[in-house]
């Protein structure tokens, strides 16, 4: 969170086509890696399968162990961790296959390479093995059995002190190479979930299953109605407080978060709502139903209607292709589905979606769980490998008591940065394993920046890592502090020092300049190669009566950090997977209307209650304390408990679709816009592609121009040689020609922003349309909360940015044209939704207009429909979707609000013809196919938000990008009663570019 201090926001306002089987083809082999100076490289499957992972000798057993009884491991302080010397290394017999590397005996010096692992190993820490059922604690995803953690040292020539090396099923690239292609996938669902095919292979990284084991083994599976930590809260008798371990957990909330995969019966949405849905785009007078049109009554009649039946059987076996992954589509035709088929199950999918890394990194202890949850949780229940990486020791003031109770304490700095740690140690274990007190290996590992860091592995669950950098925080939200990230950013001090905690394994103090926090940062990407970064916002703006920060210096500040060190990391590190990022809002959620229902809610909040230290008992034998006691009168913090917002990437238009019914997709990966391309309806798949230029932000918006070029907008962050340089700025770029591959430079429309001092650079990422005279128009929020705008002209140029008024904007705007051409934009307030509209095409926009609309959560999707302009938003407090229709004529006008219901979650909603979709509880695709037809749940989990384009008539196409950052698509007919295809990934794993 911070340190400690009050927050400065407080008080304020607050039956369609049926797909054709994929063919099982040979899967990739992934690359065995071998030893490499400086980098962490994926280990092997298993032993006797390629080389070995390294591992340090048992008697470091004890040197970082965290978290046993004090009576059978010494308490963390500073005197438990004596000097121990960096290892050597030395073959062992080989048996089988190479062997693990064991360590000498320690000699005097510091404990570099000295990494802690599990008691109880004949030979050291082994590499840990997916889908371990004997291990898992009941109602948590497949946990490798106890005493293996998540990997281990690696030597490098002529460095005694080594690497660290993940151990197997970390995010492992493909299946093995013993593994049968397609070997372990499980079988797809019933006929009337056809939606729910994906099912990770066994392993939490590991995308297929070891030759030995059975086909499925390993995969997250939802907690079992008698989980008991679930049942802790419905067994308490009325008025009796459930028990529970270090906090408050809601009944059936890690249910919910696991998913089941499959169709929610009890949250059914509202039947007979048709005109709430509104007819799909295109269609004034309703949906078209598939193979309507035949008349029975007429004698040659039944010719025109067979004639159409074996259309619609064609349509249906190019619908199927549409899915088909990568180039494979083409090669795997097969005959079209027969009707009956329809009742049948889809086939098993030929390639299971890779769980992906995800990499988290924050200015302080508690970040995380206050602004990036209940994501981070998601993570964790789905058996994701997640490393968070702290910034600073978050020391404050160092007393750790609430403001008031502080009594005589002294200050002591290091052990409150410990209990801070402690506390977050405690909030990792409940999350992943239900038990506060599951042990920890703690070690330390040298930096690229020069310094050391603390890394600590869950031992139940080593795909869990926590990275402590240690360096000193601010101690204030918004005065000036020189020795802090910001003043390191701006040159105020040349090098900013560390604190060190008093528990930690690393001794030795050090120093960063700026380019070592940009080095320090890029070597912990190119260790863990995460595939999913997850950061704070580095634009969080300023209140514009007082003109202070949004949020905390140290938040944004060392987001941009993070924004350096990725654009480093993926320019200098080649072998490397594609990454995507999100941005999370921070100390103004308090301000805003909340996200989540009650019961993600709670359960984000009991793992704040962990972190707090509710219960003061000394659970983890620590002398400073066993978490942040100055959170602990408020674990919530300003309503940061109730909700979650995306910074950035909350757009739905970055799938669209040309007149050739190819689909075009756009999102950012490594800083770059990359590019998927499907050729016509079931033509082959390319991408993703980057297009030249870095820097650019989640978020991209597409529109198809009058001569049908597609033309891509977002934002993009430049930095400058000076730190006032530092610019976010809109660019558009657009295909050379209607259907190419090749796309202009980017243009830029510049900012509206001078200064970054002014409003630290805050825009919203572009909404853009184009009104009945063909001209496009982007729209930002800026940074004083207005809605600002640039309009083409008819000779190319363009306008300059142009004020529309408008208060209490936030998120980013939503625009579309109605049926007379006439363009509406659309923003959220903290109490309700503002409005805009042309009179008539080629006008400007008129006035900001209240639309009556209740509050709304954040993101709002809008699209041209029934004459007007649909919105979709979300119920603040229960992410349920909401619908209501908007026309122009003689003003702004709403009709018909709507509750569609929902599978919970948050974020933002895509709309096309008759499909929903969006983020359910538990992190994973939900989708409405339909009145009186329950929502559905995919096992996909993804980053920013989901994106759907109608495919020529007919058709819809919906894709998201997974945190293994690939894309997936599916499709379906714009029928009352047809269902998603099977999800597809497009192209290869996401190994390497």
């Keep these: 969170m911070s340190d400690g201090r009050p927050d400065p926001s407080a008080g304020r306002p607050v039956a369609g086509p049926q797909p054709i089987p994929p063919v099982a083809g040979p899967q990739p082999i992934p690359p065995v890696a071998g030893p490499q100076q400086g980098a962490w490289p994926d280990g092997a499957a298993a032993a006797a399968h390629g080389p070995q992972p390294w591992h340090p000798a048992p008697q470091f057993a004890d040197a970082g162990y965290y978290g046993a009884p004090a009576a059978q491991h010494p308490p963390t302080g500073a005197d438990s961790h004596p000097a121990t010397p960096a290892p050597t290394w030395h073959p062992a017999p080989a048996a089988h296959g190479p062997q693990p590397w064991h360590p000498s005996p320690p000699a005097a010096g510091h404990p570099q390479g000295t990494w802690p692992h599990a008691p109880g190993a004949a030979h050291g820490p082994q590499p840990w093995q997916p889908?371990?059922?004997?291990?898992?604690?009941?109602?948590?995803?497949?946990?490798p059995a106890a005493g293996h953690p998540h990997g281990t040292w690696q030597a490098t020539a002529g460095h005694t002190q080594g690497t660290w090396q993940p151990a197997a099923g970390a995010g492992h690239p493909g299946p093995h190479p013993a593994t049968p292609a397609g070997a372990g996938y499980p079988e797809a669902p019933a006929a009337q979930h056809p939606q729910d095919t994906w099912q990770p292979a066994a392993g939490a990284g590991h995308p297929g299953p070891h030759p030995a084991t059975p086909a499925g083994a390993g995969y997250p599976e939802a907690p079992a109605a008698g989980d008991p930590q679930d049942r802790r809260a419905a067994e308490a008798g009325p008025g009796q407080a459930p028990a529970r371990t270090g906090g408050r957990r809601a009944a059936g909330a890690a249910a919910a978060a696991?998913?089941?995969?499959?169709?929610?019966?009890?949250?059914?949405?509202r039947a007979g709502g048709e005109a709430a849905r509104g007819p799909r785009a295109g269609s004034p007078g309703g949906r078209r139903t598939a193979g309507a049109g035949a008349h029975p009554a007429r004698h040659h009649g039944q010719w025109r209607g067979l004639v159409k039946a074996v259309a619609f059987l064609a349509a249906t076996a190019a619908g199927s292709m549409l899915v088909l992954r990568g180039n494979d589509a083409l090669d795997r035709l097969a005959a079209p589905a027969r009707p009956e088929s329809r009742a049948t199950a889809p086939a098993a999918p030929a390639d299971a979606p890779d769980p992906g890394r995800v990499l988290q990194i924050v200015a302080h202890p508690d970040d995380d769980l206050y602004f990036m949850n209940p994501d981070l949780r998601y993570s964790i229940a789905a058996g994701h490998p997640v490393t968070s990486v702290y910034l600073t020791s978050g020391e404050a003031d160092g007393i750790n008591a609430a403001e008031g109770k502080q009594g005589s304490a002294k200050p002591n700095k290091p052990a409150y940065a410990e209990a801070r740690q402690n506390g977050i140690r405690a909030?990792?274990?409940?999350?992943?394993?239900?038990?506060?007190?599951?042990?920890?290996?703690?070690?330390?590992?040298?930096?690229?920046?020069?310094?050391?860091?603390?890394?600590?592995?869950?031992?139940?669950?080593?795909q869990i890592n926590l990275v402590w950098l240690q360096l000193r925080e601010a101690g204030t939200v918004y005065d000036p502090a020189p020795d802090s990230l910001h003043g390191l950013w701006d040159g105020k001090v040349p090098?900013?020092?560390?604190?060190?905690?008093?528990?930690?394994?690393?001794?030795?103090?050090?120093?960063?300049?700026k380019d070592q926090v940009v080095q320090t940062l890029a070597g912990v990407l190119e260790q863990y190669k995460p595939t999913t970064i997850r950061a704070q916002d580095p634009t969080p703006g300023r209140f514009p009566d007082t003109k202070r920060y949004t949020d905390h210096q140290d938040h944004f500040y060392g987001a941009r950090f993070v924004q350096l060190a990725t654009a480093a990391y993926a320019k200098d590190v080649k072998d490397r997977p594609h990454f995507a990022v999100q941005n999370y809002v921070g100390y103004f959620n308090g301000s805003l209307p909340s996200a989540l229902d009650p019961d993600e809610a709670k359960a984000k909040l009991d793992i704040l209650d962990t972190y707090a230290w509710l219960d003061r008992q000394n659970h983890c034998g620590s002398d400073a304390g066993c978490g942040d006691l100055k959170v602990a009168e408020h674990p919530a913090g300003n309503r940061w408990t109730d909700t979650v917002n995306y910074a950035r990437g909350t757009s739905t238009s970055w799938l669209t679709s040309d007149a050739e019914h190819g689909l075009w997709a756009f999102k950012v990966l490594d800083g770059q816009v990359a590019v998927w391309h499907r050729s016509g309806l079931i033509g082959r798949w390319s991408g993703p592609t980057l297009l030249p230029g870095t820097g650019m932000d989640q978020g991209m918006s597409t529109v198809t121009l009058n001569d049908g070029r597609i033309a891509v907008f977002g934002t993009r962050t430049s930095f400058g040689t000076k730190p006032a340089d530092y610019r976010r700025e809109v660019v558009h770029a657009a295909q050379k020609a209607p259907g190419s591959e090749e796309f202009g430079p980017w243009q830029s429309l510049g900012t509206p922003e001078t200064a970054d001092e002014n409003w630290t650079s805050d825009i919203s990422a572009p909404a853009v349309s184009l009104d009945g005279t063909g001209r496009p128009a982007a729209y930002v929020r800026d940074g004083s909360y207005g809605l600002r705008g640039r309009v083409q002209h008819a000779d190319g140029s363009w306008?300059?940015?142009?004020?529309?008024?408008?208060?209490?904007?936030?998120?980013?705007?939503?625009?579309?044209?109605?049926?007379?051409?006439?363009?509406?934009?659309?923003?959220?307030?903290?109490?309700?939704?503002?409005?805009?509209?042309?009179?008539?095409?080629?006008?400007?926009?008129?006035?900001?207009?209240?639309?009556?609309?209740?509050?709304?959560?954040?993101?709002?999707?809008?699209?041209?429909?029934?004459?007007?302009?649909?919105?979709?938003?979300?119920?603040?407090g229960s992410g349920n979707v909401r619908t209501a229709l908007v026309t122009g004529d003689g003003g702004l006008k709403v009709n018909n609000l709507t509750d569609l219901g929902g599978l919970q979650g948050f974020g933002s909603v895509t709309a096309s013809g008759h499909v929903?979709?969006?983020?359910?509880?538990?992190?994973?695709?939900?989708?409405?196919?339909?009145?009186?037809?329950?929502?559905?749940?995919s096992p996909l989990m993804f980053v920013g938000a989901p994106s759907s384009t109608m495919t020529g008539k007919n058709m819809v196409s919906l894709a998201v990008v997974g945190l293994d950052a690939r894309l997936y698509v599916t499709s379906s007919a714009d029928a009352p009663d047809a269902h998603l295809a099977p999800w597809q990934p497009v192209g290869p794993r996401n190994t390497a570019p």
């Excluded at 090098?495 to 300049?513: A, C, D, H, I, M």
């Excluded at 007379?820 to 009179?839: D, E, H, I, N, Y």
């Excluded at 929903?916 to 749940?937: C, F, H, I, K, N």
């Design 131 to 143: 889908g371990a059922p004997a291990a898992t604690p009941p109602g948590y995803p497949g946990a």
């Design 799 to 876: 306008g300059p940015w142009e004020s529309y008024g408008g208060t209490d904007l936030h998120g980013t705007p939503a625009t579309a044209t109605d049926g007379a051409g006439r363009r509406m934009v659309f923003s959220s307030t903290s109490k309700t939704v503002l409005g805009w509209v042309q009179p008539k095409p080629g006008a400007p926009l008129g006035p900001a207009t209240a639309t009556g609309l209740p509050d709304t959560t954040l993101p709002l999707t809008a699209e041209g429909r029934e004459g007007g302009v649909r919105l979709w938003f979300r119920k603040p």
């Design 258 to 269: 696991a998913g089941d995969g499959g169709a929610d019966a009890g949250r059914d949405r």
């Design 495 to 513: 090098r900013l020092e560390s604190v060190l905690s008093s528990g930690t394994p690393v001794k030795q103090r050090f120093s960063y300049t």
């Design 427 to 462: 909030a990792y274990a409940q999350m992943a394993t239900g038990d506060r007190t599951s042990a920890w290996q703690r070690g330390v590992v040298p930096t690229k920046g020069g310094g050391h860091a603390e890394v600590d592995v869950l031992v139940a669950k080593p």
């Design 916 to 937: 929903l979709a969006g983020r359910t509880a538990g992190g994973q695709l939900g989708s409405d196919l339909g009145p009186g037809r329950p929502w559905e749940r």
